[in-house]
């Protein structure tokens, strides 16, 4: 809670609130539990505290119950000036982290287009007309029945 307190302006604060946001939901989706994980067990020391859109931070680090596990490997970068992102990556026994080669074990960090991302899309099943045009006859405002 101090880490967020810190910035001394309200947008600061909010930026380092949805950062630890991130950094939270980064981690629970990358144990494959969800909201079956308790957040209040999760704290994190942050090292760098500004990002930016040009760099890829890898210094942050979680402490689960107090306890500092440096198995894990947050990813943060900032989208914008309004959003940053941050992946999570848990190292096995033979991960080194990077301080070996200088770099995450883990795959790093892309910013994908949407031509990327469908570049190998392929169609699961037939046009079907008439989905589409029984579509095409909602109402764009729901009703209040």
């Given at each position: 809670?101090?880490?967020?307190?810190?910035?001394?302006?309200?947008?600061?604060q909010?930026?380092?609130?949805?950062?630890?946001w991130?950094?939270?939901?980064?981690y629970?989706?990358?144990?494959?539990?969800?909201i079956g994980?308790?957040?209040?067990?999760?704290d994190?020391?942050?090292?760098?505290?500004?990002?930016s859109?040009?760099?890829?931070v890898?210094?942050?680090?979680?402490?689960?119950?107090?306890?500092?596990?440096?198995?894990?490997?947050?990813?943060?970068?900032?989208?914008?000036q309004?959003?940053?992102v941050?992946?999570?990556?848990?190292?096995?026994?033979?991960c080194?982290?990077?301080?070996t080669?200088?770099?995450?074990?883990c795959?790093?960090?892309?910013?994908q287009?949407?031509?990327?991302?469908?570049?190998?899309?392929?169609?699961?099943?037939g046009?079907?007309?008439?989905?589409?045009?029984?579509?095409?006859?909602?109402?764009d405002q729901?009703?209040?029945?």
């Amino acid at each position: 809670m101090r880490t967020i307190k810190a910035p001394l302006t309200e947008k600061g604060q909010l930026a380092m609130f949805y950062r630890h946001w991130c950094l939270k939901e980064s981690y629970v989706k990358a144990l494959g539990i969800g909201i079956g994980f308790t957040l209040q067990r999760l704290d994190f020391c942050i090292n760098t505290h500004e990002l930016s859109t040009q760099t890829i931070v890898q210094d942050t680090q979680v402490l689960v119950d107090n306890e500092s596990d440096e198995s894990w490997i947050f990813e943060e970068t900032c989208l914008d000036q309004d959003h940053c992102v941050v992946t999570a990556c848990k190292c096995d026994e033979q991960c080194n982290r990077k301080e070996t080669t200088g770099h995450s074990p883990c795959h790093p960090f892309v910013v994908q287009t949407i031509n990327t991302l469908l570049s190998g899309a392929q169609i699961q099943s037939g046009e079907d007309i008439q989905y589409w045009e029984k579509f095409c006859e909602k109402l764009d405002q729901p009703t209040g029945r």
